[in-house]
């Protein structure tokens, strides 16, 4: 077989069109593996529609490309058969082959070009989708975190609520503790219910703790001094409601608050009394 002959056929075109039978692609697929010359002809037919596409502007890709298409074709065509001295009597099958290899290059550019668009189409859709579902799942993740912080409020008033109807019954004494030495500017209020004991504690003017460190009450006997513990000041958070229910109190004349290592101390440092009051 003439290799030359069959590749100026214009069959090498029409298969990488996708244009021919299957036994025709099966047999152009066998010349391909046996000829070097056949594979590198078939390559450069595809490196040059990749480049055609790769050159096209947005207003090429219209509804019209086909038509488009086959008009430059046709008219290239006729530019170089403007060019032939028929001289032999071969034209018309020429003529027909060069129509047939015209047809089946814009057959192909058509398909790539619908490809294109299907697999531009494909992919917009799955870039939206994954779009769609990753804020799908930050919505789903900020409806927990909602519902999370909806609970820690609703519970966290509620015990607010509760600590309040406490503290305005007429029994519960209220302590002014103010600011000592080491913090001049610092204060609290003691909530106290000689008769059930109960102690509450507003910490909002006190500075936040140390690291390591915590806020402990103490309930005093003054003459001679005796200090109790009353409990630690545990979840001071600034800017927070720092409202506590500390241990329960019997006998106390005065408060104070004194800052000593997390886990407390068994008995007061003094040097680091923060705010004290009497009854």
Partial sequence: ?????????????????????????????????????????????????????????????????????????????????????????????????????AASIGLLLCSLFGNFLLYTSLKNTQKSLSETQKRLRTLEFEGLEITEKASFYEKKYSEIRTQFKAIRDPQFKTIVLSGQKVSPNSKAVVYWNAEKQTVFIDANQLPPPPPNKAYQLWSLKLEPLTPKDAGIVEGYVLGEDNFFQLKNVKNAEAFAITLEPAGGSINPTLEQLYVMGTL
């Fill in 1 to 101: 077989m003439n290799v030359k002959e069959y590749i100026a056929s214009g069959i090498l075109e029409l298969y990488v069109s996708g244009a021919l039978s299957e036994k025709e692609m099966v047999e152009v697929s066998t010349m391909i593996e046996r000829y070097p010359e056949v594979r590198q002809e078939v390559e450069e037919i595809e490196k040059t529609l990749l480049k055609f596409f790769a050159k096209q502007t947005p207003e090429d890709k219209s509804a019209n490309l086909k038509e488009n298409i086959l008009k430059n074709i046709t008219a290239d065509i006729k530019k170089d058969e403007a060019k032939v001295i028929p001289i032999q009597q071969t034209e018309p099958k020429t003529k027909k082959r060069s129509l047939l290899v």
